[in-house]
């Protein structure tokens, strides 16, 4: 029945799909539900990074053999999307465009995010899922004219970032393309039921290449390539903290049609990130923060519902980011403490 949720005590025999599944955040969830015992079906855009989903696995301790299978789809594109949804129950849809450089045209990434997701949703509810998952950001729910809130309480799930602000596109289409889908699901009476995680900064140790803009920023402090970072304040969550949670909304009745966010509790700032792995890696860091002069607005962000509803706990900002270190230079992390 549409809306229902796996039961605690059994595994399904379908395969459980998850979109973009050798992306940063994609590898990592794929790799836990396999250890979990799940099936697996991931999609991925083309042939060539196929055998790079069961790479990650490995890369994480998983052996996906007779497990593991892939699927090409696009998010700009009806075809392939049959063949992935067939004899699913629960969807992850994490894959999301991200553009390394500014496009030239906001629509070159609010387009593919909001059509992709409403793509996602439609072949669900054709295909019969009882459930979607979706991976939105923090970047469609506290982004604005400033960070902090004008009453002074820690954002949450009742907030939403204003789109009537000048943020950039990327921000925008997070926005977007969750109201689409929630859109969505309130017309669709025979639909999947949709939860939504919001993230704030996803780090954490890496499985292979690809990285996130935020896990790349720290590899390049520790290799010289990035002189500056903005002065700002952020929230940080575990890439393995956000698998864990897509997992476990997947036996949580009570998580359908909510939107929980995804973060450690603690907000820290570039400068105070660069000063971490200066102090315990030991090594030479010539980033340096740069911004406007004065007073940072506080930024609090609650964790309270992933706590109370979904039974998270969060690894500390500090033990994820010097994780994340550690796993893009493990040769200059032998002093790490």
């Known amino acids: 029945m549409p809306g229902s949720v796996m039961p605690e005590t059994a595994l399904p025999e379908n395969p459980v799909l998850v979109t973009g599944g050798n992306g940063y955040v994609g590898g990592r969830l794929v790799a836990t539900l396999l250890d979990r015992g799940y099936r697996v079906r991931a999609t991925v855009r083309d042939a060539a990074r196929a055998d790079a989903v069961g790479h ?10 007779g497990r593991l ?9 009806d075809a392939g999307w049959t063949e992935a949804l067939a004899d699913v129950s629960v969807v992850h849809h994490v894959a999301s465009p991200f553009l390394s450089v500014p496009p030239e045209r906001a629509d070159e990434v609010i387009a593919p995010a909001v059509d992709g997701t409403l793509r996602v ?16 950001s923090f970047a469609a729910v506290g982004y604005g004219p400033a960070t902090a809130r004008p009453d002074g309480r820690p954002y949450d799930e009742r907030d939403w970032t204003d789109l009537d602000h000048p943020n950039d596109p ?9 109201r689409a889908a929630w859109a969505f699901v309130a017309e669709e009476s025979d639909g999947p039921g949709l939860t939504v995680l919001n993230p704030t900064g996803i780090f954490g140790p890496v ?3 690809r990285l996130s803009t935020s896990v ?14 903005p002065r700002m304040r952020f929230g940080v969550v ?12 997947m036996t949580t009745p009570a998580a359908v049609g909510e939107r929980i966010l995804l973060t450690s509790g603690d907000v820290v700032t570039w400068g105070w990130v660069i000063e971490l ?8 860091i010539a980033t340096v923060e740069q911004g406007a002069v004065g007073e940072l607005p506080p930024l609090a962000i609650s964790n309270d519902k992933a706590r109370r509803l979904l039974g998270m706990s969060f690894r500390p900002a500090r033990a994820t980011l010097l994780d994340t270190a550690r796993s893009l230079a493990p040769s200059r992390s032998d002093g790490v403490r």
């Open 56 to 65: 990650l696995a490995r890369a994480a301790g998983v052996d996906p053999t």
């Open 69 to 77: 299978e892939t699927v090409m789809t696009s998010l700009d594109d």
């Open 121 to 136: 949703l439609r072949h669900a509810r054709d295909a019969g899922a009882a459930q979607v998952v979706l991976t939105s």
């Open 170 to 178: 990327y921000i925008r289409s997070k926005v977007l393309a969750e």
């Open 207 to 209: 499985l292979g290449g």
């Open 216 to 229: 790349g920023a720290v590899g390049a402090m520790l290799t010289g390539d990035l002189p500056a970072l």
């Open 238 to 249: 575990d890439v393995r903290d956000v698998a864990e949670a897509h997992v476990r909304v």
């Open 277 to 284: 792995l200066r102090r315990e890696l030991g090594v030479e």
